[in-house]
């Protein structure tokens, strides 16, 4: 069982550079979500998505964009890299509404130098 | 935004001891969670708490839904050294809207 599956694991970006980070479910799920966390910190909403087509900011949005064309996938599009984006990343994905678990990948570490 | 207090910060505790941590806010929630992070994975869900007072275990593992609902507690009994890791509280902003999370508590269990 897959779950969620995140792409890269490990990467390292000079500063101005793009990239997109990949999440992918095979559950079936409607919600997706990113993530950041920073080092002593909890996790900080980066976008969600209630389902394909459907997108909304979270908390710390900026520098960041996302698109839901399909139910399976949620990636995460750094235009410009930034040091302030270097943080370990994780997508999550969950079925419903409330009283539902959230199922996390494994994350991706990002370092902008 | 909504904010969830996690104390302690860290904790270090001799293998065999009992560990309690709590989460705190000044909202009210109708849904506490209990998830744990191993190093270098995603955070894993641990426990599910949805009614007011409510008390589940889960092994060495119990949590109780305040009956403020503005607040939640995790003990662990017993602690062994794979419960090395970080603890969060989560819990949903309102209805179907994503995780708030707790900035977690980093456990270390000296054997």
């Known amino acids: 069982n897959a779950g969620v599956t995140q792409t890269p694991k490990f990467r390292i970006l000079k500063i101005g550079q793009s990239m997109t980070l990949q999440c992918a479910q095979d559950?079936?799920?409607?919600?997706m979500y990113w993530y950041r966390q920073d080092p002593g910190m909890g996790l900080k909403l980066i976008y969600y998505?209630?389902?394909?087509?459907?997108?909304d900011k979270g908390e710390v949005p900026n520098g960041y964009n996302v698109s839901r064309s399909t139910t399976e996938d949620f990636p995460l599009r750094l235009e410009l890299a930034a040091p302030s984006q270097t943080s370990v990343y994780f997508c999550?994905?969950?079925?419903?509404?409330?009283?539902?678990?959230?199922?996390f990948g494994q994350g991706t570490r990002l370092t902008v130098v | 935004g909504q904010q969830l207090n996690q104390s302690p910060q860290s904790m270090f505790i001799q293998e065999g001891e009992d560990v309690s941590m709590n989460c705190t806010s000044s909202?009210?929630?109708?849904?506490w969670l209990w998830y744990k992070q191993d190093p270098g994975e995603g955070p894993v869900l641990l426990i599910a708490?949805?009614?007011?007072?409510e008390l589940t275990s889960n092994g060495r593992l119990t949590a109780q839904f305040g009956i403020t609902r503005k607040d939640s507690f995790l003990n662990i009994s017993a602690s062994i050294p794979s419960d090395v890791g970080i603890y969060f509280c989560?819990?949903?902003?309102?209805?179907?809207?994503?995780?708030?999370f707790g900035k977690g508590t980093r456990l270390s269990v000296i054997a």
């Open positions: 999550a994905s969950k079925y419903g509404q409330i009283n539902t678990e959230a199922f």
């Open positions: 559950m079936n799920h409607n919600y």
């Open positions: 998505s209630v389902g394909a087509g459907i997108t």
């Open positions: 909202s009210i929630f109708n849904t």
């Open positions: 708490l949805y009614k007011a007072g």
């Open positions: 989560a819990a949903p902003n309102s209805g179907n809207t994503p995780l708030v």
